[in-house]
């Protein structure tokens, strides 16, 4: 059995460096940090903060990123491996990201054909999306796992507890948080109208 110290060492090396993905994205496209503050609304502190790992963005804060360089907010998760149609991910290596107040470990990626983002969403109390509404194409799936979660999708507000699920089109302006005193588990999919390989596409050119 792996002992605690191999297990975060294993966490430790499969988290995602969102910086390096966002200084990636954003070079590729020519964009300097001060043109991309001008078309995301942030702060270029806040920008040069995220690409240099100083800060854990909001999902929310990612979102109007990603809007800015047109590209959906799962190129930030991406991990560059040809397309398979078997995808294996043991549980102590799955690819995470970490936000304020919790993260999100991403569950499986890189099959071919694939067009939904599996995700597990992890909040401690009061953790949250951000206070910004998010935005974006397609569909999302939450399904509750443990501890509460609400969700506030236009003008209702959802409190789901284990077992209960939800699933809305994602053009709907929507926010989550945790709102009580436990930690919050939660499987998160998010569904692209795009397969794969053009996301990917888009990513890179």
């Given at each position: 059995m792996a002992s605690q110290e191999e297990l975060d060492t294993s966490k430790a090396k499969s988290r995602i460096d969102?910086?390096?993905?966002?200084?990636?994205?954003?070079?590729?496209?020519?964009?300097?940090?001060?043109?991309?503050?001008?078309?995301?609304?942030l702060s270029l502190n806040t920008l040069s903060l995220i690409e240099r790992n100083r800060t854990s963005p909001s999902v929310s804060t990612l979102q109007r990123i990603a809007a800015a360089l047109g590209?959906?907010?799962?190129?930030?998760?991406?991990?560059?491996?040809?397309?398979?149609?078997?995808?294996?991910?043991?549980?102590?290596?799955?690819?995470?990201?970490?936000?304020?107040?919790?993260?999100?470990?991403?569950?499986?990626?890189?099959?071919?054909?694939?067009?939904?983002?599996?995700?597990?969403?992890?909040l401690e109390p009061k953790g949250s999306s951000g206070r910004a509404p998010i935005v974006h194409l397609g569909n999302e799936f939450v399904f509750c796992l443990a501890g509460e979660l609400t969700y506030e999708v236009g003008d209702t507000m959802y409190v789901l507890k284990p077992g209960d699920s939800l699933l809305f089109e994602a053009q709907l302006p929507h926010r989550w948080y945790n709102a009580s005193t436990q930690e919050t588990r939660a499987l998160l999919v998010l569904c692209t109208p795009e397969k794969a390989e053009d996301l990917l596409r888009h990513h890179l050119r």
């Open positions: 969102v910086g390096a993905r966002l200084r990636s994205i954003r070079t590729q496209r020519g964009l300097s940090l001060r043109a991309l503050a001008k078309a995301s609304g590209v959906p907010i799962t190129a930030f998760f991406e991990e560059p491996h040809p397309a398979r149609q078997v995808i294996y991910t043991p549980s102590d290596a799955r690819p995470h990201v970490l936000l304020p107040g919790g993260h999100l470990e991403r569950l499986g990626s890189g099959l071919t054909g694939q067009c939904a983002e599996p995700f597990l969403l992890v």
